[in-house]
């Protein structure tokens, strides 16, 4: 892990294996740090020695500013999934999606505040969760894992979890998903068709499913949906809890993308495993009078 300080011309770098014990993942690391305050929080993964009785470090916070360590805490197997913060009654709360559970911790010293099984096959879970209204976490994965919904809440000081449902069909596999109005808007799939699904957070209830794509990246802008789907077709589409409207498509890449795009302003940036481009969303600028 390696950090940049554009004070002085050196780069400062930490490893994760010899110094933290952590889990290497047979497909690499791809969660990226949550900041977090003055700190970058990372999953690094792995089980406390001494038969679990020793001090854990699978998850770290470093000081931003030189890349020491705050603090490190907890024993875990993790996966490709990234930490999400989220606020629990008035309380910040790191979400961790891991290879067999979700976890909840403190983002200000790594204690566990709760824990949550979500079991996936070789442990591979790799979507971020997401937080919504009515604290909800939505968490879903691929290879059995499936989709659930979990209320959290704080009472006594301490953290309760409910489970609203468990959906093993709705498998949302490298991509995310958008939460709107009680409805949660995915691609779900995973080695065979993908699907694009609409479901209720409170009830689990499939409203609807809609093929075309691949499995996909999803974004919201403007009342839309930005939709890259892994063969590289680009699509404009309006989704609602009634339907599914697709606007506009395009076949844009040629390799696998898998890479979320990234829309800044009005430019949209996407990329597979070849080609990076850019692409202009916005209207085009009217054409300025020429003087005679």
């Known amino acids: 892990m390696r950090r940049r300080d554009w004070s002085t011309p050196r780069r400062l770098g930490r490893s994760l294996y010899a110094e933290l014990r952590a889990t290497q993942l047979p497909f690499g690391y791809s969660c990226h740090g949550l900041a977090y305050k003055n700190t970058i929080i990372y999953l690094a993964g792995g089980r406390a020695p001494y038969f679990g009785f020793g001090q ?22 993790n996966a490709h999934s990234s930490p999400l913060l989220i606020n629990v009654d008035g309380q910040p709360q ?55 919904v979990l209320r959290l809440a704080r009472s006594g000081g301490e953290t309760t979890v409910t489970e609203l449902w468990h959906n093993p069909r709705i498998q949302l596999h490298f991509g995310n998903a958008i939460t709107e109005s009680g409805y949660a808007f995915l691609s779900s799939g995973f080695s065979g068709p993908a699907f694009m699904t609409a479901v209720q957070l409170e009830t689990g209830r499939i409203v609807w499913q809609r093929r075309g794509f691949a499995k996909a990246q999803l974004l919201h802008a403007d009342g839309k949906l930005i939709i890259l ?9 309006r989704a609602t809890p009634q339907r599914f409207q697709v606007l506009s498509r395009v076949s844009l890449l040629k390799r696998i993308s898998w890479t979320p795009p990234t829309l800044v302003a009005t430019r949209l940036y996407l990329r597979d495993r070849a080609t990076i481009m850019a692409l202009e969303l916005g209207a085009p600028a009217a054409n300025k009078a020429q003087p005679r």
């Open 229 to 237: 789907d892994e063969d590289g077709v680009l699509a404009l589409a």
């Open 94 to 148: 790191a979400v961790a999606l891991l290879a067999d559970e979700v976890i909840g911790f403190s983002p200000e010293t790594g204690e566990l505040l709760w824990s949550h099984p979500h079991p996936t096959q070789n442990g591979l879970a790799v979507s971020t969760p997401v937080w919504t209204d009515g604290n909800l976490l939505f968490v879903s994965s691929a290879y059995s894992g499936g989709a659930r």
């Open 56 to 77: 854990g470090s699978a998850a770290v916070a470093f000081q931003q500013r030189n890349g020491a360590t705050a603090w490190q805490d907890l024993s875990f197997t």
